[in-house]
């Protein structure tokens, strides 16, 4: 795209506006990746040969489709966040897949192919135990859902109750697995810890107990995790304390006793605290499963055993290896399994599941990821050849939510960062010069070209100047080169070795914080993933802070970032400092951080290698700066008394400031406590710190001005009432001072309830509450102003600032719910404002920030009319054209990033949540850049013509002056 | 917002009838910035729904004249605090509750504004007091000299109370309200009610047919500069 720069900005009258993207800008500037989160099942299409389909769901409540060829999404159903939506199970059978949501409350047929749903039944109550289809003469035509105490029994096509029937003795046995053969019944399994096992047999006609027997199991805790029935219904336990295989036959009325096989006797052992695991496979629901079975005895020792005349033999002892699965084509079962071969390869092997010989040629070398975690979970895809021999390719997932799917001989077909559908937080940052540029930077940088002399000096500018025109003119003839080739070859691959930035700072590389705690960088432009890193050992729920202490404009320091990982609990942290460019582990020794870190602060501080000085607050209220070189420590005690930083104890209520000694200790010197017995603190939020505002006031009808209060100490504090009556209820609004403790304004926003969203900015702060009378969204917007003078108009200092500013407020009613808010930023502040609404439904709304004016007046007048203010509407209009991403809805939307370019009229916005979304809006339009249409053969050619009309004209002029001096 | 003012020099006769209660303000200035705090007067506060409050307060000794200056001139704080009370009669058994709310204020503002100082009080809903603020007129620190003698003899203070605003909620019914009176102003001289459409349709037709005809291939020709008034707005 050409862009090119125009300082005037041109006159509206001319203009045919518009707000939203043009058909042929989709995709132009915006991307969008969708993902589905950490696999819980996985199923590959086995109903025919050529299917590529494969169907996921996962813990984010996703249930989808994959092409297994691709890697894309043939479709995907989000469900309700939470338990609500949480898949219980997921069972295929041909076309069919059926899945149990919300702890059993639903269960739903799918059409694999589109994804249509083919019906829906509402389960009764009961807490999910098991699922299962059932089979009727090699026919699978019902499905079985066992609750805590109760089973019921589904048609496969319609999804109609065949019956249900209660659990004898349900509030004392525990039931917790089903299973059928393909014989008529249905067993339920059920244990009462450290006594016995509960067997009962269901006919599938009418649900009629057929039998019911218990079982002497004093060891046995928990059925789920150390059970599985193999061949013709035989019931195979594993214990790790006594070390013992037991086996019981299901359908003989005589065996009553568990059959007690010793592992010692099979020359085996459970590696001591490890949880023995049992895995079969039932290849067909309408049939018994398989004989053979996997023992897992220790992480990475695998052994495939099979009973045969009620004996366990040993087919092939697999040690060391990771993970193992069955796969079944046709006729034949296979088994994968996945083992190590050097560090940081492993080899997957396939092995027939009825001998344990290995299949030839069929190993898939897989190689680990420096940067990624290991691998714990094996789906395996076995198909047959043409020559009838067993083919398969496999998807492995590891820790760090990778997904890869592979075929022979290790080729990888595909990879998913499902890390990426938990973006905790994120940060742009610019990206770094190309040589040239650098070159010539470096030339003005370093100190220690004053030594040089005048003379290199010169020489280093004309070598300089020489390399640039030397790009130049590079540049340009590629310019020419690919001006020739169609647009669509044209595409140049983004990589990490030819990152540079553009033109107008428009491609940045986003750093993205994953709750798994996996790292990436994203090339903004394209959305590739340039570079990731896994951090191992990252508590669940821990709160990630990422902080830019350098960026990349000083050459040649590398820019540096800090993440700072702190665990909910315990609120001990860690710091961890990379290169946001290439995502490499800075060599920086880190502070130890021994105890709890209760807050951050980023001063404008700089060490003599332009990093940023981060203060670490611990909870006895002590200082670590990082960097604390002694450069850093000496200006810290010369500015020590001008350092203040506040803390919440939200549960206390408590906010109190702090004011830094020159020893890094620290004082108390204000506090406010906001009694919790009638409100609680949920959310603080200071203004950013590179924002920039243009203008100190605004001009108003009568051409005086109003100042903007603009205090960058300030800091909005939203409290909600601990009274949750729809009368009663309220959210507490307070502008506090962070310097000085001084409450500027408190509002009280009464009948209201959170979850409260809110934007602070320069002098204005927007949030939007849940009225309960009216049962509604409201948006309320907050205007400061000090008035018609400014107190001091050339330095803003919050301990010299004595006046109240004004305070003009305005709500307005918004007829949808909210996700998240987020307020445009550019490079100076003179765009004009947006609000980015994040809507449930997905789309972003971009909503001018002139409709949010507390001076919108009720009635016309001259003056307002001067100052273009909207006359005041209560509700709040929601454009179609405003929605910034047209059709391409980020699902779950849970937060949203902007962040200025090198273009005035140009933001940068990133929305995540399950998907993640990234364009740039023009709140202004585009004002500093010429369309893409602009016709420079026009313009040129009208500028040729009149420039050869002049010269012809006064040829003519002097021809005929000349003539006429004849005369 | 139920503001109550006072301005009450030290010396003042305090109204003998105020039916409310006192608690101490205290203050600390200390050279070595270690808090130390002392009585510095008796804020009587009544509660109900007119929240007022009344500053009695001694002079400042010589001594901690003295101090006050010291304290300004290593740019020291003057800090002062309120114990945290309601400002409800019924809450008055356990209004004494455990805690401070302390705020500061730059000495030397102090002494250059000549203990001129706004003290504000805020409260929340139910009437606790959860937060002081000081601030002197004028809040500079310029290093003007003062003579004690005159000036650091009594505070000058203007003290009040503030309950938090009630934020405004969408106003529907003048909004409404507006509507039908615009709507019957339309009713009543039908010649407005005609659209512009409807008055000046023989010379929009003619003009559209002219400008189609002529050519309307470049339609999203130049979109380039809206901004210019958008962006002016600010």
């Known amino acids: 795209m050409a862009w090119l720069v125009v300082r005037l900005a041109i006159s509206v009258s001319l203009l045919y506006t518009a707000s939203a993207v043009f058909e042929d800008q989709v995709g132009k500037f915006d991307w969008r990746q969708q993902f589905i989160g950490k696999v819980r099942f996985a199923l590959f299409d086995t109903h025919s040969q050529a299917s590529k389909k494969l169907l996921v769901a996962t813990d984010k409540n996703v249930f989808a489709s994959l092409n297994s060829r691709t890697g894309d999404l043939f479709w995907r159903h989000v469900d309700k966040i939470g338990p609500e939506g949480h898949i219980d ?65 589904h048609d496969l096509s319609s999804g109609s109750q065949i019956w249900v029937e209660n659990l004898p003795d349900s509030d004392t046995v525990q039931y917790q697995t089903i299973y059928s053969g393909g014989n008529g019944l249905v067993f339920v399994f059920g244990v009462v810890p450290n006594s016995h096992i509960v067997i009962v047999e269901y006919k599938i006609e009418d649900g009629e107990i057929m039998r019911k027997k218990s079982v002497e199991a004093a060891w046995m805790s928990s059925l789920e995790s150390s059970c599985t029935v193999i061949s013709s219904g035989i019931l195979l336990c594993v214990d790790q304390i006594t070390q013992s295989l037991y086996t019981l036959q299901l359908q003989s009325a005589e065996q009553t006793e568990i059959r007690q096989i010793h592992l010692q006797t099979l020359d085996l052992e459970v590696a001591s605290g490890f949880q023995p695991v049992l895995t079969s496979t039932q290849p067909n629901p309408a049939q018994p499963p398989l004989s053979e079975f996997f023992l897992q005895l220790s992480p990475d020792h695998h052994i495939l055993l099979q009973l045969k005349d009620g004996l366990i033999a040993p087919l092939r002892d697999f040690n060391p290896s990771y993970l193992a699965a069955f796969a079944t084509s046709g006729e034949r079962t296979v088994a994968a399994v996945m083992s190590p071969k050097n560090d940081t390869a492993c080899s997957i092997n396939l092995f027939s599941a009825d001998t344990g010989r ?44 990778t997904l890869t799917f592979l075929q022979q001989p290790g080729r990888v077909v595909w990879v998913r960062e499902e890390a990426l559908a938990d973006v905790v937080t994120m940060e742009m940052v610019d990206l770094p010069f190309t040589g040239t540029q650098a070159e010539l930077e470096g030339e003005f940088g370093k100190k220690a070209a004053i030594q040089d002399g005048l003379l290199p000096m010169v020489l280093k500018r004309l070598s300089s100047q020489f390399i640039l025109l030397q790009a130049w003119l590079a540049h340009l003839w590629k310019l020419f080169y690919d001006a020739r080739k169609p647009r669509s070859s044209v595409k140049n691959e983004v990589t990490i070795d030819t990152l540079s930035r553009d033109e107008f700072n428009l491609q940045k590389m986003m750093v993205m914080v994953t709750a798994s705690g996996k790292l990436f960088g994203i090339d903004s432009k394209s959305g590739t993933i340039l570079w990731k890193q896994y951090l191992e050992n990252i508590q669940p729920d821990s709160v990630f802070k990422l902080i830019v202490q350098r960026t990349t404009a000083h050459f040649p320091h590398p820019p540096q970032c800090t993440l700072l990982i702190k665990n909910k609990d315990t609120g001990l942290g860690n710091l961890y400092v990379f290169n946001p460019i290439f995502g490499k582990k800075s060599q920086i020794s880190v502070p130890a951080l021994p105890r709890p870190v209760l807050q951050t602060l980023l001063l404008p501080v700089i060490d003599q290698d332009y990093a940023k000085v981060l203060l670490l607050i611990d909870d006895q209220y002590k200082v670590t700066a990082f960097p604390s070189t002694k450069n850093v420590l000496q200006q810290l005690q010369d500015t020590a008394s001008s350092i203040f930083f506040y803390l919440v104890d939200s549960s206390q209520g408590k906010l109190s400031g702090f004011r830094l000694r020159k020893d890094l200790s620290t004082e108390l010197i204000w506090e406010v406590v906001i009694p919790t017995e009638v409100q609680k603190i949920v959310a603080i939020k200071g203004k950013r710190a590179n924002e920039h505002v243009h203008s100190q006031g605004r001009v108003m009808g009568d051409r005086s001005v109003l100042y903007k209060y603009l205090n960058p100490n300030l800091l909005a504090v939203i409290t909600e009432s601990t009274d949750t009556h729809q009368e009663r209820s309220f959210v507490g609004i307070f502008l506090i001072d962070g310097v000085t403790g001084r409450i500027v304004h408190e509002a009280v926003q009464r009948k ?35 008035g018609a003078e400014l107190y001091n108009s050339t330095v803003f200092s919050s301990l010299d600032r004595p006046h109240p500013p004004q305070v003009l407020q305005q709500s307005y009613i918004f007829p949808a719910p909210i996700s998240t808010l987020e307020a445009t930023l550019t490079e100076k502040g003179i765009t004009s404002r947006h609000l980015l609404v994040g809507l449930p439904s997905g789309n972003i709304l971009s909503l001018p920030k002139m409709f949010l004016d507390p001076r919108r007046p009720e009635v016309v007048s001259e003056q307002s009319r001067e100052e273009n203010l909207i006359p005041y509407a209560p509700e709040m209009p929601i454009r179609e054209e405003w929605f910034i991403n047209y059709n391409q809805t980020v699902s779950r939307i849970r937060g949203i990033h902007t962040a200025p370019s090198g273009l005035e009229s140009t933001c940068l916005v990133v929305a995540y949540g399950l998907d993640i979304y990234q364009t740039r809006v023009f709140p202004s339009k585009q004002f500093d850049v010429l369309k893409d249409d602009y016709d420079y053969v026009l313009i040129s050619s009208v500028l040729f013509g009149l420039f050869f009309a002049t010269m012809i004209s006064k040829r003519l002029a002097e021809v005929k002056l000349l003539n006429r001096a004849w005369r | 917002m139920t503001v109550n003012v006072c301005v009450c020099q030290s010396g003042d006769a305090v109204d003998t009838d105020f039916s409310g209660f006192s608690v101490p303000l205290e203050h600390s200035f200390e050279v070595d910035d270690v808090p130390r705090f002392r009585l510095r007067g008796a804020l009587q506060l009544r509660g109900g729904r007119e929240n007022g409050v009344y500053l009695s307060q001694n002079q400042l000794s010589e001594k901690d004249r003295s101090t006050l200056k010291d304290v300004a001139a290593v740019d020291g704080l003057y800090r002062i605090r309120v114990p945290r009370v309601s400002l409800q009669a019924d809450r008055q058994t356990e209004r004494q509750s455990e805690g401070y709310l302390t705020t500061f204020v730059r000495a030397c503002s102090l002494v250059e504004s000549h203990l001129s100082d706004v003290i504000t009080l805020h409260t929340d809903v139910s009437g606790y007091i959860i937060g002081i603020s000081i601030v002197t007129i004028p809040g500079s620190c310029r290093g003007v000299e003062v003579e004690d003698e005159v000036d650091l003899e009594v505070f000058n203070t203007t003290i009040s109370v503030v309950a938090p605003v009630t934020a405004p909620v969408p106003e529907t019914a003048p909004y409404i309200e507006r509507m039908e009176q615009e709507m019957e102003k339309k009713g009543k001289n039908p010649q407005e009610q005609k659209s512009f459409f409807a008055k000046y349709w023989m010379y929009i037709v003619p003009l559209v047919l002219f400008l189609m005809m002529s050519g309307a291939q470049d339609q999203s020709g130049g979109g380039a500069g809206g901004g210019a008034a958008n962006g002016g707005g600010r």
């Open chain 1, 752 to 786: 209201a309830r959170g979850p409260v969203h809110f934007v602070h900015s320069e002098n204005w702060m927007v949030y939007v509450y849940w009225n309960s009378k009216f049962r509604r969204n409201e948006f309320s917007v907050l205007e400061l102003f000090e």
């Open chain 1, 358 to 401: 290995r299949h030839l040629d069929t190993t898939i070398i897989y190689h680990m990821d420096p940067n990624g975690g290991k691998p714990n979970r094996l789906y395996v895809h076995a198909f047959l050849k043409k020559d009838d021999s067993v083919g398969y390719r496999v998807m492995v997932q590891t820790e760090d939510l």
């Open chain 1, 89 to 153: 199970a997921l069972l295929m059978y041909g076309q069919d897949a059926v899945v149990v949501t919300g702890n059993g409350r639903l269960l739903r047929s799918w059409e694999t192919t589109v994804g249509g749903l083919k019906w829906e039944t509402v389960l009764d109550t009961g807490s999910f135990q098991a699922a299962a289809l059932v089979g009727v003469q090699d026919f699978v035509k019902y499905v079985a859902v066992l609750k805590k105490s109760a089973i019921s029994l």
